[in-house]
């Protein structure tokens, strides 16, 4: 019992920072394109995470491209530049993106 409290409460604190940033990409309207496991208008977080896996500067090309938008990597529908997030913002958005598995 004590050992399934203690891997509940790791799960819990891990997933933690997880949610809070699931929680910034709806504030800042991500969600509405893009889905954590499945392709939307957008691409899935997942998929994103495993193109970009191990790649120098991940986190802030993505970053880069979350707030000045990007087209031709996903297909034919471009992503816009989303003005209403900040750098600060978009490098937490982009890191939270490349921890998904």
Do not use: F
């Not at 799960?11 to 940033?21: C, H, M, N, Q, T």
């Not at 910034?24 to 896996?53: E, F, Q």
């Not at 707030?67 to 982009?94: D, I, S």
């Amino acid at each position: 019992m004590k050992r399934a409290l203690i891997a509940l409460a790791t799960a819990l604190v891990a997933a933690g920072p997880a949610l809070a940033d699931q929680a910034l990409a709806t504030a800042k309207n991500c969600m509405a394109c893009h889905a954590i496991d499945k392709k939307l208008v957008g691409p899935a977080y997942k998929d994103v995470a495993a193109k970009y896996a191990g790649q120098p500067g991940a986190v802030d090309k993505l970053a880069a491209k979350i707030q000045k938008g990007g087209a031709g990597v996903w297909g034919p529908v471009p992503m816009p530049a989303n003005t209403q997030v900040n750098e600060a913002e978009a490098k937490k958005l982009a890191a939270w993106v490349l921890s998904l598995k």
